[in-house]
């Protein structure tokens, strides 16, 4: 019995592929450097910055005078837009999402977030519109371990005060999030709803995997209590 859901964050509640997109290749442009320059450093401080070992200022700061280019105004600059545009991500998000979670409060389950994310994240997350939905949040930045290590799957699993078995883990399959929920004990879905909107890196459906395709099938699904009856594609 289904008591408790936990779901990923980026491209599972909220896409980063809508509106201004602000990655590597738009701060490089900004810096007026090369892509591939930009990326020595910043791509090799991705688990840093996952882990809540390095800030995005130091790291801009890393790369901006490993260049010979650093002023503290293109730092700010570039700082300050990359935070504005994360928390504009939390404003163009599907509007079923928080029918969505509320269907789930309804039905008298928790709900819970496991999410790999960058300090200029964990504001933007936790000032959101959807963050009063969690029981509770396991955020890589602020627990200093990151999806797929089991560690995390755990501490959420003891701060819901539930089974595994007794977890929907819902994620659109990045970081190899599902194979460690399945690991781990839990139900893995794949949320489906915004792979056609990924023009980056399009994903696809995982085959190992059963997933919904609309956030409304997910709710129906519980309601049917996981069995017959339900959609799951």
Request: aromatic share 10%; proline share 4%.
């Amino acid at each position: 019995m289904i008591k408790a859901v936990i779901f990923d964050m980026y491209e599972t509640l909220v896409t980063q592929n809508r509106g201004t997109l602000y990655f590597g290749e738009h701060i490089a442009k900004d810096m007026g450097i090369s892509e591939a320059k930009f990326r020595e450093i910043w791509d090799t401080t991705d688990d840093d910055r996952t882990l809540g070992k390095l800030t995005l200022r130091e790291t801009i700061d890393r790369i901006l005078k490993a260049n010979d280019i650093y002023t503290k105004e293109l730092s700010d600059m570039i700082v300050t837009k990359r935070s504005k545009i994360k928390k504009q991500h939390f404003k163009d998000f599907r509007e079923d999402i928080l029918p969505m979670l509320e269907g789930i409060k309804k039905l008298g389950l928790k709900i819970a977030l496991i999410s790999n994310c960058f300090e200029e994240e964990v504001p933007a997350i936790r000032e959101s519109s959807i963050f009063p939905y969690f029981d509770v949040a396991m955020l890589s930045y602020e627990q200093c371990v990151m999806k797929p290590d089991q560690e995390i799957y755990e501490r959420a699993v003891k701060a819901l005060e539930v089974a595994p078995e007794e977890c929907m883990y819902v994620g659109d399959g990045g970081s190899h999030e599902l194979e460690a929920a399945l690991k781990a004990g839990m139900k893995p879905m794949q949320a489906r709803w915004y792979l056609a909107e990924n023009n980056r890196k399009p994903p696809k459906p995982m085959e190992s995997f059963d997933g919904f395709d609309k956030p409304e099938e997910l709710t129906d699904f519980l309601v049917h209590g996981g069995k017959t009856g339900a959609h799951v594609s």
